[in-house]
């Protein structure tokens, strides 16, 4: 703990005018980052009398070691400066909302030739006009359903475009009229853009328009006896008024606003927006933060304006913005937001009529959102711990498991034969330190021996660890050298693998980076996914590596049995016991994990192409090859000198890319016996 007074700047040494300032700690690391009117009256605070601070602001300035300033011209420019250090340092003493959930968005893309409506999560991105956020991203399509029959806008992905362009057939959404397909040329590159300024217009809240234009051209259509005509036009009206229906109607006066409200308590807060377009509710989102600073309502407000807006320019910025509590200097928070729109922004406290009734449906919501979230937290903590005590004294364990470890094996009537390992930690998975094994000590199908293998070869990999940090105690199970594993385990091993410990992935680990090494944590609780059988192998696997402080169980699925070495009776959890329920979960995980690996490799091996034997050539390559001859069948059929023609393609290459072919080719054309027809190879390289 350091004392404040040794960093203390000199009196007189600080200047009285506006700034932005940082506390570093003793690794000068930024801890926090604040901005003032007048930095010299503002850092005083900080050098009072420890008693007389708030308990956050003390620990605050007995971690900092240092404190440094800027000094800027106005208000706005620290507020600028403020934000733009925070999300550079992310200091662990300010205020950090965190979305309570992945926000859909729907999305125009713009930036392109022919403009896309889809759902988008994530960052934004430049180019793309956003709408929402949305609750449901089923939200969104219902919405795009109902509009795309009077916008037709592309909505399909790259390469359903590309496939459609290069076939001349649109997809259904072209046949159906709710596409206008310019893929196939139907409509042309700024006809189709028109169409989508036009969506993106409706969708902004200037909605009478088109309405009124629709009901025009239908009132037209029927004095002129197209009935047909006007009976789409009536129906696309319809369609129309659906859509606006979605969001009902809360400022009558057609207002643009976003209304913030904030419920707090003295450790955390709250944050709900409602974004108003056109006077409708187009969309909401809620943050939950920890209070780490001394921080009031206003200086909440200005940190979730910062966050909100600090990324926004333009009309993502509304005209008005409604706040329970105006920030320290609103009129320089409002020449900020006037900055990033480009035009005037009110931010004002409402006071009466519809806006504040609905600033009171948003301050509902804000409690709902905190309450919800401590019950969350609470009923969470509560869970995990009485499911790990539950499993301790089923099992008989000292302690309850705080990290558990589940091994599971997974394949296709015994081919791509792999292994997943998933951590929980405190009841919670840790998804950065999964693993996944591939079975490289056998062929074919033995479930109790891969499982044999993978334990054996994660716990030499952390007794290696042990004796390389320098943890290894002399002792039975260190009489030898610990051997060497057969393969690499890591997330994702894809190529050759090497035979000796320290040529894994992570062998060279930096000593200073913080990070936990790979495989070094032994659990408390071994989980294997079957019954006796596979708990045996395992406890052999430690055993032989004289491993014996490690508990081992097995879950087995058919009547979620819990199995323990050597005992010929399974321990039964009741069915609503929450150890039982974690230890499925732990389960279910590993599956998981293991079968998305190996439908992944059985998929790689599916597509693989005679190609891929041809020693050196990349992917870049063989893309330029199927490109130039169409297929792989033409590619066999052509000679040297015509492969030489592809660019990038030598001699030598084309050489080794001939002699690959032929070694693959069919002996005898595939017959379809039920037609009669050969079967021909398609562009992979495989038969269909």
Not at 603 to 627: H, M, N
């Amino acid at each position: 703990m350091a004392d404040p007074s040794s960093y203390r700047p000199k009196p007189g040494q600080i200047p009285d005018s506006p700034g932005v300032y940082k506390f570093r700690d003793e690794h000068r690391r930024v801890i926090y980052v604040g901005k003032a009117k007048s930095l010299r009256q503002r850092l005083a605070n900080y050098f009072q009398d420890l008693s007389g601070l708030h308990p956050r602001t003390r620990t605050m300035v007995t971690t900092a070691a240092s404190v440094e300033w800027t000094v800027v011209s106005t208000e706005v420019e620290a507020l600028q400066l403020e934000y733009s250090w925070i999300k550079e340092f992310d200091p662990r003493f300010n205020v950090k909302y965190r979305d309570d959930k992945s926000y859909p968005y729907l999305a125009v893309t713009l930036n392109e030739e022919f403009p896309r409506v889809q759902v988008m999560r994530g960052a934004k991105k430049k180019g793309v006009r956003y709408f929402g956020p949305y609750g449901h991203a089923w939200a969104i399509r219902e919405t795009v359903d109902l509009m795309l029959r009077v916008f037709p806008v592309r909505t399909c992905s790259a390469g359903v475009f590309k496939n459609a362009a290069r076939s001349g057939r649109p997809c259904l959404l072209g046949y159906i009229g709710k596409c206008s397909a310019p893929c196939v040329g139907r409509v042309t590159p700024e006809e189709h853009r028109e169409l989508a300024d036009d969506f993106c217009d409706f969708m902004a809240g200037r909605t009478g328009t088109y309405i009124r234009r629709l009901e025009k051209d239908m009132t037209a259509a029927a004095e002129e006896m197209e009935y047909e005509r006007a009976a789409r036009l009536r129906d696309d009206v319809e369609a129309l008024r659906r859509a606006m229906e979605k969001s009902a109607v809360v400022l009558a006066d057609a207002t643009d606003a976003d209304l913030i409200a904030v419920a707090e308590d003295e450790l955390e807060a709250a944050v709900q927006i409602f974004h108003v377009r056109g006077g409708r509710v187009r969309g909401q989102r809620g943050w939950v933060t920890d209070k780490v600073e001394n921080v009031d309502t206003s200086g909440l407000v200005e940190h979730a304006l910062q966050q909100l807006y600090g990324e926004e320019t333009g009309d993502s910025v509304p005209k008005e913005v409604l706040v329970p509590a105006l920030p320290e200097d609103p009129e320089a928070v409002s020449q900020w937001l006037a900055g990033r729109r480009g035009s005037q922004v009110s931010l004002r406290i409402p006071q009466r009529g519809d806006k504040k009734d609905l600033m009171a449906t948003v301050q509902r919501n804000a409690q709902q959102a905190l309450g919800l979230h401590k019950t969350k937290r609470a009923s969470d903590l509560t869970t995990r711990s009485r499911a790990l005590e539950e499993i301790a004294e089923a099992l008989g364990l000292d302690t309850a498991p705080l990290r558990i470890e589940c091994f599971d094996i997974s394949h296709l009537q015994g081919d791509d034969v792999v292994a997943s390992m998933v951590v929980f930690e405190d009841g919670l998975a840790r998804k950065g330190e999964y693993r996944r094994f591939q079975i490289k000590g056998f062929e074919g199908q033995d479930d109790v021996r891969s499982m044999h293998e993978v334990i054996s070869r994660r716990f030499r990999r952390y007794l290696h660890e042990k004796e390389r940090t320098g943890e290894w105690e002399e002792g039975p199970a260190a009489t030898g050298p610990v051997p060497a594993a057969p393969a690499v385990d890591g997330p994702a091993p894809t190529g050759p693998v090497p035979a000796v410990p320290d040529q894994d992935a992570g062998a060279e680990p930096r000593e200073d980076d913080g990070r936990p090494k790979r495989f070094a944590y032994p659990p408390q609780l071994l989980v294997v996914d079957g019954g006796q059988p596979q708990v045996a192998a395992a406890k052999r696997a430690l055993d032989e590596l004289g491993i014996d402080d490690i508990a081992v169980c097995g879950l087995a699925k058919r009547l979620e049995e819990v199995w323990l070495p050597d005992d010929d009776d399974p321990v039964v959890l009741p069915r609503s016991s929450e150890g039982l329920y974690l230890l499925q979960r732990v389960r279910d995980e590993a599956h998981r994990f293991a079968i998305t690996y190996q439908r992944a490799k059985r998929a790689k091996r599916i597509r693989a192409s005679p190609l891929d034997a041809v020693a050196g050539l990349g992917e870049t390559r063989k893309q330029a090859l199927i490109k130039h001859f169409g297929s792989v069948k033409k590619l066999r059929q052509a000679t040297i000198d015509e492969i030489c023609e592809v660019p990038g393609i030598g001699r030598r290459t084309a050489e080794s890319v001939a002699v690959a072919l032929a070694a693959a080719a069919p002996a005898t054309p595939a017959v379809n016996t039920a037609t009669g027809e050969i079967i021909e190879e398609d562009d992979g390289g495989s038969t269909t």
